[in-house]
Each structure stands twice: as C-alpha cells, then as structure tokens.
C-alpha cells in the first residue's frame, strides 16, 4: 500500500525514472553484467548461494545429468562413440552444476596461525 502511495505523489518525470531504474537490468548493457554474473555462479559455485540459486543450479545440473544418461544408453545400444563423449560431458558438467547448488564448507584457518607484525611466522 505505501509503495502504492508514493508512486502516486511522484510526479510523471519521478515515476518514469522509478520505472527505469527497476528495469535497468532489462537493457542490452546492464543484461551483460546480470548474465556474467550468473555464468560465475553456476561454474565456480558460491560458498553461501541464496535459496533461488540453489533451486536453479540443481535443475540444470539433474537436467544435463539426465540427459546425460539418455545420451549414454543410446549411445550403448546404437555403438555410437559420438553420443558416448557427449554423455559423458553432460554427466560431468551436470554434476558440476548440481553440486554448485550446495553450500560450500569454510575453509578452516591453520591451527597454529601464530604470525608476526611482518606476515612472517614467528620462530621460537
């Protein structure tokens, strides 16, 4: 309701720039920093992905997967060495994908971090 409210006391000129900043990713250059964006994610993973990027790397990921063992069964009864490599590249980029989805673990500190003013590790 407030949000309502607000767009109707701007004047045309504010609510025109309102518009455009919420669909400024829809244009052709801020479109290409959203896709880059989601390009690094689904191949080098996030170590606290959002619910919504867990649900959509682990439907690319169990969609390649599946296509993957389609490709693999008809490439096994048809003697196909095509279909077999491309089987094979699906089912690893698919669980690639898929285990993009889970959170990743912390990488732990070393246990005796004990280090000088310098970076240099203190010898005793």
Known sequence: ????????????PEL????????????????????????QFLWKG???????????AW???AVLIGQ???FLT???????TLLLVLSYGALLLGGKLFRNGFARG???PPHNNRSGPDGQREHR
């Not at 996030?46 to 959509?56: A, E, L, W, Y």
């Not at 008809?74 to 196909?80: A, Y």
Request: without cysteine; charged residues 25%.
């Open 1 to 12: 309701m407030r949000r309502h409210q607000s767009a109707r006391a701007a004047g045309p």
């Open 16 to 39: 025109i720039d309102q518009w455009g900043a919420k669909q400024r990713n829809l244009v052709f250059p801020d479109t290409l920093v959203s896709g880059r964006a989601i390009d």
């Open 46 to 56: 996030s170590p606290h992905p959002t619910f919504p990027q867990r649900i959509g």
């Open 59 to 61: 439907i690319f990921g």
């Open 68 to 70: 993957g063992v389609f």
């Open 74 to 80: 008809e490439g096994k009864t048809r003697g196909s």
């Open 106 to 108: 912390r990488t732990r």
